[in-house]
Nanobody, 125 residues
């Protein structure tokens, strides 16, 4: 059974930094692991994704490019999301997610996600 466990959320002032972690277990193939977020009253949106097969193919939403960095530790089955220069509009519940196979241009579509984590709250104020 696949499990995704996020950690690292919290509250931070604008301009601050946080690092989220997602530990994946029970999945034996290479896959696309991503981070999504959902603010109250808004749709869930893709933030960043990385293909674990090569650990180099990455994708970012335009709103976080240059501020967020996704990186894997394949030995630990963990993917990190380093978030710098945080803004109030980054406030949301952040979800770790797995899409089978490559990420591809549809990486940010929630309907393509196979597994979700439980979410971790990030508040910037």
């Amino acid at each position: 059974q696949v499990q995704l466990v996020e950690s690292g959320g919290g509250s931070v002032q604008p301009g601050g930094s946080l690092t989220l972690s997602c530990l994946a277990s029970g999945y034996t193939s290479t896959y696309c692991m991503g981070w999504f977020r959902q603010a109250p009253g808004k749709e869930r949106e893709g933030v960043a994704a990385i293909y674990t097969g090569d650990a180099r193919t990455v994708y970012y939403a335009d709103s976080v490019k240059g501020r967020f960095t996704i990186s894997p530790d394949n030995e630990k089955n963990t993917v990190y999301l380093q978030m710098n220069s945080l803004k109030p509009e980054d406030t949301a519940t952040y979800y770790c997610a797995v899409k089978a196979g490559y990420c591809g241009p549809q990486w940010s579509q929630p309907s393509r996600i196979k597994y979700w984590g439980q979410g971790t709250q990030v508040t910037v104020s």
